[in-house]
């Protein structure tokens, strides 16, 4: 295919569908203790939730998974989704909020652009939970790529936002 076409600057995903086991365990997650608000139900097959009223960020459903194992972690699907908060002190929130409830991280990576915490949810879906630097702290290689890494985010720096 030809490189001609440059997707709109303005483009942005818009929701995350997912396939649960559960309505209520993956509700106990996004909703009890992420913090998500329900929006609605499609009975007790689907269920959509957000953030701020959007009508939904994420969608849960069990149509083709009702009581299904986990989700395999070598398997082809989706790696993560990807939830952005709007500052570090955000970030702190949730991440004290997790620690208080003993809900296990899988990592916890400072990307240069971005911090994030990792986990999955109750159906082993990967989760990322993480903000972005501002743009101008942003560091660039010499032929104009940005310059991200993986290094260990210091969580005892993040909790000290809470200060």
Same mark, same amino acid.
């Given at each position: 295919?030809?490189?001609?076409?440059?997707?709109?600057?303005?483009?942005?995903?818009?929701?995350? #569908?997912?396939?649960?086991?559960?309505?209520?365990?993956?509700?106990?997650?996004?909703?009890?203790? &992420?913090?998500?608000? &329900?929006?609605?139900?499609?009975?007790?097959?689907?269920?959509?939730?957000? *953030?701020?009223?959007?009508?939904?960020?994420?969608?849960?459903?069990?149509?083709?998974?009702?009581?299904?194992?986990?989700?395999?972690?070598?398997?082809?699907? &989706?790696?993560?989704?990807?939830?952005?908060?709007?500052?570090?002190?955000?970030? *702190?929130?949730?991440?004290?909020? &997790?620690?208080? *409830?003993?809900?296990?991280?899988?990592?916890?990576?400072? #990307?240069?652009?971005?911090?994030?915490?990792?986990?999955?949810?109750?159906?082993?879906?990967?989760?990322?939970?993480?903000?972005?630097?501002?743009?101008?702290?942003?560091?660039? #290689?010499?032929?104009?790529?940005?310059?991200?890494?993986? #290094?260990?985010?210091?969580?005892?720096?993040?909790?000290?936002?809470? *200060?």
């Amino acid at each position: 295919m030809s490189q001609e076409y440059t997707i709109p600057p303005q483009t942005r995903i818009g929701h995350v #569908h997912l396939k649960v086991s559960s309505i209520e365990r993956a509700l106990g997650f996004y909703r009890d203790l &992420l913090g998500f608000e &329900l929006t609605t139900t499609y009975g007790d097959q689907a269920a959509f939730i957000s *953030a701020g009223g959007y009508h939904h960020h994420i969608g849960l459903n069990t149509w083709h998974s009702k009581n299904a194992p986990p989700a395999k972690r070598d398997g082809v699907g &989706l790696f993560h989704t990807a939830i952005v908060y709007p500052t570090r002190k955000d970030l *702190a929130i949730i991440y004290d909020r &997790l620690r208080k *409830a003993g809900y296990p991280l899988t990592g916890a990576s400072d #990307h240069g652009v971005s911090e994030a915490l990792y986990l999955n949810d109750p159906d082993n879906n990967g989760v990322e939970l993480y903000w972005d630097r501002p743009k101008e702290r942003w560091t660039y #290689h010499p032929d104009g790529t940005i310059n991200m890494f993986t #290094h260990a985010l210091d969580l005892a720096d993040l909790l000290r936002e809470l *200060a």
